[in-house]
C-alpha cells in the first residue's frame, strides 16, 4: 500500500514565478492537510481539503496561494508570484476520515523543498 | 488561537541517559498524538491518546496524556543514537479539523 505522494521532491523557482505542488494521498483516504515547516520550526497548518472541498483554510495566506483537491488526481498546492519568504518544506497528509472522528492519524508525505532564488 | 508548547527546544543527551519532552495546550484536546521527525526527513507518527490519565509505552518509549487533557509527556529511556530527531506532539480540540503542531523537542544524542 503507497503512501503518501508528493512531488517534486524538491522545487527551484525564481521571483515572481508559479509554483505547483502535489500531494497524492493514501488509498482510501479522502482527507488531505497541508503543512509548511520553516527550517528549524514546527509545522504550520495550511489547509484541510475533503474531495472537492476546502473544508478549513484558515492557516493559509489570503494572497497568491490557493489549493485544491479535484475529484481525479492529486491535491494541489499553488503559489503565485512566488517570493523568498515562500522558501520551507511543504507537507501533504492525508487520512481515512475527518480528524477527531476515531483514531485514525495523519500520514506524511516526503515533502517538497521550495527553494526560490 | 490554540497554542501547543514543548519544553525543551533543544536537548543533548549522552547516550544511555534518559530524555524527557513536555507538550501543553492552551485548551482541552479531544486527542493528542506525537509525531518523530528526522532530520531531513517528514514526521512519521508514534502513537495517539485519548483518554485523560492514559499512558502508553513502545518499547523505550512511555507516552502520557494529563488527567485534564491539555499536556502530555513522552520519556525516552536509556537514549540511543537512533532516537536523535524532533519530537513533536500534535491536539485535535473538539469538533476542530485541524490538528495544531507543537512548537518540537530537538533531541541530540552524544554517542
Known amino acids: 500500500n503507497a503512501g503518501v505522494m508528493q512531488n517534486p521532491r524538491h522545487l527551484v523557482r525564481r521571483r515572481g514565478q508559479e509554483a505547483r505542488l502535489r500531494c497524492s494521498p493514501m488509498k482510501g483516504h479522502s482527507h488531505v492537510y497541508w503543512y509548511r515547516q520553516l527550517p528549524e520550526e514546527g509545522l504550520k497548518f495550511m489547509v484541510y481539503l475533503q474531495k472537492e472541498n476546502i473544508i478549513d483554510e484558515s492557516g493559509m495566506p489570503k494572497e497568491r496561494f490557493s489549493a485544491e483537491f479535484p475529484k481525479e488526481g492529486p491535491s494541489i498546492l499553488r503559489i503565485q508570484q512566488v517570493v523568498r519568504g515562500d522558501s520551507a518544506a511543504y507537507f501533504c497528509?492525508?487520512?481515512?476520515?475527518?480528524?477527531?472522528?476515531?483514531?485514525?492519524?495523519?500520514?506524511f508525505g516526503d515533502g517538497t523543498r521550495l527553494s526560490i532564488l | 488561537g490554540q497554542q501547543v508548547m514543548q519544553i525543551p527546544q533543544y536537548q543533548h543527551v549522552q547516550e544511555g541517559e534518559d530524555f524527557t519532552t513536555y507538550c501543553n495546550s492552551s485548551t482541552t484536546l479531544s486527542n493528542i498524538q506525537w509525531y518523530k521527525q528526522r532530520p531531513g526527513g517528514h514526521p512519521v507518527f508514534l502513537i495517539q491518546?485519548?483518554?485523560?490519565?492514559e499512558v502508553k509505552k513502545q518499547k523505550r518509549l512511555t507516552f502520557q496524556f494529563g488527567e485534564a487533557k491539555k499536556n502530555s509527556s513522552l520519556h525516552i529511556t536509556a537514549t540511543q543514537t537512533t532516537d536523535v530527531g524532533t519530537y513533536f506532539c500534535?491536539?485535535?480540540?473538539?469538533?476542530?479539523?485541524?490538528?495544531?503542531f507543537g512548537t518540537g523537542t530537538k533531541l541530540q544524542v552524544i554517542p
Open positions: 491518546l485519548v483518554k485523560s490519565g
Open positions: 500534535a491536539g485535535n480540540s473538539g469538533g476542530y479539523q485541524k490538528v495544531t
Open positions: 497528509a492525508s487520512s481515512p476520515v475527518r480528524l477527531g472522528a476515531g483514531r485514525q492519524p495523519q500520514h
